[in-house]
C-alpha cells in the first residue's frame, strides 16, 4: 500500500461537508479500489466556528483557501469555493503551479480560465478535474471526454439548470404563473434570492460551454453562448406547447453547424415524447448525438450535496489511480478555436405565439408575411374563444408553428407582421428543437 | 509521440468492421487525445474472402486468433469471436497470459470465466476491458467503475436485450401476438433464428452478472441469476398493464437486499411514468440506484456495429492513455463472494392474471386465498365483457395487483386458489418493479 493521498478542500458548504463525509463512508471500498488511503488533512473555509455535521477535529485549519493550495502536505487540492475569479481562482491557479493536482465544481472559474487553467495543469503535469461542474451528479464529462473517444460529436444538449426546470415543470403542471413558481422555489431554497444566474441562463451558459469544448475538442468559449433566460416565458406558451405535444424546457445545446459551432441556451419546445421532455423537476438531463452511437442520454440529479460530492470523489479516485486525463479530453495546443455560429444564422422549427387584434383576416395577413419569405407553416391556430391565452379585451391569440427556417428571416417577418399594425403586444417566439 | 499502438483484432463481423472503420475515421483526434498512434495491423477470421467493406491490404491476415493473440507485433489484442468457450477463451486466455492487454464485447465469455481472466490479466499487468459486453454504446462499465467509484450502489436494473424490448414494445402499440412479433423481429434481423437465447433471458442474464459484480464489488456470477423469459407474455397481460399504468419490460435486476444479492431477469411491469418504460424499441437503458446519486439513467443504443465499435474504441482509448482499470473496479482478491438471495424472499408486488369460472364469488373466494396470507391487493378488477383478456367460453379474466409480499407466500397462494378448482387455466404473475 502506496502512502495515504492527502486532500486539502476549500470550501465547507453543502457539496464540502458531504465530500468529506462520503470519503469517510466509502473509505474502505476507495482504498480497495485506488490502492491508496485517501485522507481529508486540511481545510480552509470562511467560518471556523460552524457546525457542519462532520467531524474535522484532526484535521488543519487553514484560512487563507491559497495557503491551503500551496501547502506542502497536500496532493490533491479540491476547491469548492465557487465564483468565477477571487480567492477561487487564486488558489486553483497557485496549486496547479505547484503541480498539485486539483478537483474543482466551479463552472463559472472553468467558463472564464478554463483554458488557461488547463494549460497551467499540462505544462505542470497535474490534473484538473471538473465532472462536478456540469450536471452534479450525472458523469457526463467522463462520457465525453473518454467514453466516447471514438465518435464524432455533432449536438450535445440538455437541461442543465434544475432551478428553471423545477419552475417550468411547476408552471405546466399547476397552471400558475412564472412570478409564482419563482417565489415557491425560493421558499423552498431552489432559487437564490437574486435568481438572475438561474432563471436568465447564465449558469445553464456556463456548464454549455463546458460541453461544448468536451464534445467538440475546441476551445472554450463562454462568451460566445447566446443567451436567454425563462422570464418571459408565460403560461400561456406552456399549455399552447401542451396542447400542440410538446413541453418548454430551458435547453443549453451545442452543435456542429456549416457556419461554426452554435452555442445557445434558450426556453425550447421539445416533442413530449423526446428524452429530456420527460425529464421534471430538479433532474438534469444531457443528450449526445454522435457518429457512432448515435443517440445517447444520461439523467440524474443536477445539484445536491450528495449527487455533487459523487462526483468530487469520482475525480478524486482517478487522480488516486494514476489516471491524468486531459482536462478537456485534448491537449490545449490541439483544443481548436471554434468559429461560432451566429444566432441569425440558426435554422429550426419555431413556436410563435402572436396577440393579434380580432379583426377578420389578421391571421391570413399574418400568415401572408411568413409565407411571403417561404416560411412554411405547419399550424396555425386563432383561437376566438375567451380563457387560455386570452390576451386584453379585442384580441386573439394566433399560435403558429413554423418548419425549419433561418432566425434571421423568422425575425424579418414578425417585424413585417408588428408594422402591420395587427398585434396588441411583442410577438412571443420559442425555438423548437427536435431529437 | 511514441511508438504507434498496435492492434490485433479477431472476428471481422458488423462489430469487428466497425471498429476498423471508427479507429480510422477518427484516427486524427484519438492520436491527440492518447499521443498514440492507433493501428490495426493483424486480423483474425473465418472468411478470408468476404468482402467486408474495409481495407485490409495492410493488415496480416492470421487464421488462427491464438496465434493472433500471441502476436509479438501486436499490443492490444481485441476479441470478437463470440462465445463463452473455444477460440474465444484460448485466445484472450493467450493474450492475457503474454501479458497483452485485451479488450473483448463478449458477455457469455465474461460471465463464464470473467473472474479467471481478471485475476490472470491483474498478474500479467495487463488491462481486460468489456465495455462494449453490456448495453452496446452506452458507457456503462466505466460509469458503474469509476464515475460512481464514491457511491454505495443499491440496485442496478434496467432493459438489456434490444430483441425482446423490440418485441414488447411491438406487441403493445401494434397489439399483436409474441409469436408473430417474434417472426416480424426474425424477418428484420432482430431475432436469431434460434430466438431462445435472446427471448429467454440468457443474453440479459449474462450482461446482468457483469452489471452485478461492478456495482456490488463481487465475484461474478451468472450461475445465480434467476432467469425467465418473455415467451409466456400475453397480449392480455400487455392490455391490464395498459390500463393499470403499467408497461411490461424485460429486466434484468441486481439489488442488494438483506438476504444476499438479488439477481433476476423477468417480465417485469414499470409504471407508464419511469425512465425504462419510456424505452422502446431495440433501444437499452440502465438505471443505478446509489446512496449518493440517488439514481442515475443511461439510456442509448443496444447493439448495432457502430455503437458497440464505440465502446471498443473507448477501451482501446483508456489503454493507450496507460490507463490500467481493474477488470472490475476492485482488485479480483478483493471481490467479495456474494450470498444470492433467492428468489423466495424476493419481496415485492405483483400483477397477476388468471381465468376464472365465470361462477358468482370466483373472485371472493381467490381474494380470500391472498388475505388469509396477509397479502394486500392494491387492486382486482374481474371482468364479464367479452373481448380484451378474454379466455375460454364460461370464464372471466382477474387481474390483482398486490402490495409488496414474498415470492414465497404469493406462490403459496395461487397454489391454493389453483386447489380450489376456480381457474381454468394457469395462473400468470409478472413481478412489479418501482423506481
Known amino acids: 500500500m502506496s502512502n495515504p493521498l492527502r486532500i486539502g478542500l476549500a470550501g465547507l458548504g453543502t457539496v464540502g461537508a458531504s465530500v468529506i463525509r462520503l470519503l469517510k463512508r466509502q473509505a474502505d471500498a476507495l482504498t480497495s479500489r485506488t490502492a491508496r488511503r485517501i485522507e481529508v488533512v486540511a481545510v480552509s473555509a470562511r467560518d471556523r466556528g460552524r457546525d457542519r455535521g462532520v467531524d474535522l477535529a484532526d484535521v488543519e485549519w487553514l484560512d487563507d483557501p491559497v495557503a491551503l493550495a500551496r501547502h506542502e502536505g497536500v496532493d490533491i487540492f479540491v476547491e469548492l469555493i465557487g465564483g468565477a475569479d477571487g480567492p477561487a481562482l487564486d488558489a486553483v491557479t497557485a496549486a496547479l503551479a505547484a503541480g498539485r493536482s486539483c478537483v ?16 497551467l495543469a499540462e505544462e505542470k503535469g497535474a490534473a484538473l478535474s471538473f465532472e462536478a461542474s456540469v450536471a452534479g451528479g450525472i458523469p457526463i464529462v467522463k462520457t465525453l471526454r473518454e467514453g466516447l473517444a471514438g465518435n464524432q460529436i455533432e449536438r450535445v444538449y440538455g437541461v442543465l439548470n434544475g432551478t428553471c426546470n423545477y419552475i417550468l415543470s411547476r408552471m405546466e403542471q399547476e397552471r400558475l404563473s412564472f412570478a409564482d413558481c419563482l417565489a415557491e422555489a425560493q421558499r423552498l431554497g431552489y432559487a437564490e434570492a437574486d435568481p438572475t444566474f438561474d432563471v436568465g441562463g447564465f449558469d445553464t451558459a456556463h456548464k454549455l460551454a463546458i460541453l461544448t469544448s468536451l464534445a467538440f475538442g475546441t476551445a472554450i468559449d463562454a462568451e460566445a453562448v447566446n443567451v436567454e433566460g425563462i422570464e418571459s416565458i408565460r403560461l400561456a406558451d406552456l399549455e399552447a406547447a401542451d396542447e400542440l405535444g410538446y413541453r418548454v424546457k430551458l435547453l443549453g445545446v451545442a452543435r456542429r453547424t456549416p457556419d461554426g459551432i452554435e452555442q445557445r441556451v434558450h426556453p425550447t419546445m421539445v416533442p ?13 438531463a444531457v443528450t449526445i448525438d454522435a457518429d457512432a452511437v448515435h443517440e445517447l442520454t444520461l439523467v440524474g440529479p443536477g445539484a445536491g450535496g450528495e449527487a455533487t460530492a459523487s462526483a468530487v470523489v469520482a475525480d478524486i479516485a482517478d487522480i488516486a489511480r494514476g489516471v491524468r486525463s486531459k482536462p478537456f479530453g485534448l491537449p490545449v495546443a490541439a483544443l481548436a478555436r471554434a468559429e461560432p455560429a451566429p444566432m441569425q444564422l440558426h435554422l429550426g422549427g419555431y413556436y410563435i405565439r402572436l396577440c393579434a387584434f380580432d379583426r377578420p383576416g389578421a391571421a ?12 412554411s407553416l405547419e399550424s396555425i391556430v386563432q383561437r376566438r374563444r375567451p380563457g387560455v391565452g386570452a390576451g386584453p379585451a379585442g384580441t386573439a391569440p394566433v399560435i403558429l408553428i413554423t418548419y425549419a427556417t433561418h432566425e434571421k428571416t423568422l425575425r424579418e417577418a414578425l417585424e413585417a407582421a408588428v408594422a402591420d399594425g395587427f398585434l ?6 420559442i425555438r423548437i428543437e427536435r431529437e
Open 364 to 375: 391570413a395577413a399574418i400568415a401572408s408575411r411568413f409565407a411571403e419569405r417561404d416560411i
Open 424 to 429: 396588441a403586444e411583442k410577438p412571443q417566439f
Open 272 to 284: 413530449k415524447s423526446s428524452s429530456v421532455a420527460q425529464v421534471m423537476g430538479v433532474t438534469n
Open 104 to 119: 474543482t465544481a466551479n463552472k463559472a472559474l472553468l467558463a472564464k480560465h478554463g483554458l488557461r487553467l488547463a494549460r
